[in-house]
């Protein structure tokens, strides 16, 4: 009888990476989100992950849930991670410039890590240049809804002579008058208070307002004009 020795426990750390954005104009800020998770048997000691950040981004801070990030060296020191343990870091950044951009992390351990496989994670935005943009138009410009009813909002980007550069409604940060209440989806806002409330479309540094007048379907006056 041939007895096998039972596989010693070891470490297994995983790093995923992700961006909150693939596709992003210049001067445009993005996060960036590490993620590591021992998914093995045994504590893991001694982690730490390099993610030096690639040329064409500009470093505008981080943070950690454990440890420390140096942006110059790319260095995020952990620490120990044990069994089961997960721990994050955000980088946020702004494009400086046009072009595929990768960026890769890779995390190690004192520790032999039982698959390597998984110590490596790449992502690629794509910078674009719209250039010149002047001012943002968001529309519509007025809307008047019952309460509960939704309105899909769009922007578009001019030069100073009034040329359309772009749609850029997918990369706008639109919010409403906190009082309104409601809740966005992207571009597409779904009321809740009545009331008459201000919309904000921003890109780029570039604003833009509209109105949208909530009211109450079971409370309208109906004139008829003859």
């Not at 020191?77 to 951009?101: E, H, K, P």
């Not at 001019?158 to 850029?168: K, Q, T």
């Amino acid at each position: 009888t041939v007895l096998s020795s039972p596989e010693p426990d070891r470490a297994d750390l995983v790093i995923t990476k992700t961006v909150d954005k693939s596709s992003v104009y210049v001067s445009e800020n993005f996060t960036y989100t590490l993620t590591v998770t021992n998914t093995g048997t045994a504590n893991a000691t001694g982690v730490t992950v390099t993610d030096l950040l690639p040329g064409g981004i500009t470093f505008l801070s981080d943070t950690p849930s454990r440890g420390s990030y140096n942006e110059i060296t790319g260095t995020w020191i952990i620490g120990d991670v044990t069994v089961n343990d997960t721990v994050t870091l955000t980088i946020d950044v702004a494009a400086a410039a046009t072009g595929n951009i990768i960026n890769t992390a890779s995390v190690t351990g004192n520790e032999t890590d039982s698959n390597t496989a998984d110590n490596q994670d790449s992502v690629t935005v794509t910078v674009r240049d719209i250039g010149g943009i002047e001012y943002l138009v968001i529309e519509p410009g007025y809307r008047s809804v019952p309460e509960g009813a939704s309105v899909t909002y769009f922007a578009s980007a001019y030069d100073a002579d009034g040329n359309l550069l772009g749609d850029v409604t997918d990369d706008t940060d639109f919010s409403i008058t906190p009082a309104a209440g409601g809740s966005w989806a992207d571009s597409v806002y779904t009321s809740q208070n009545t009331g008459t409330w201000t919309v904000t479309g921003t890109f780029l540094g570039k604003s833009d307002f509209a109105t949208l007048f909530v009211f109450d379907p079971d409370n309208v006056i109906s004139i008829e004009v003859i």
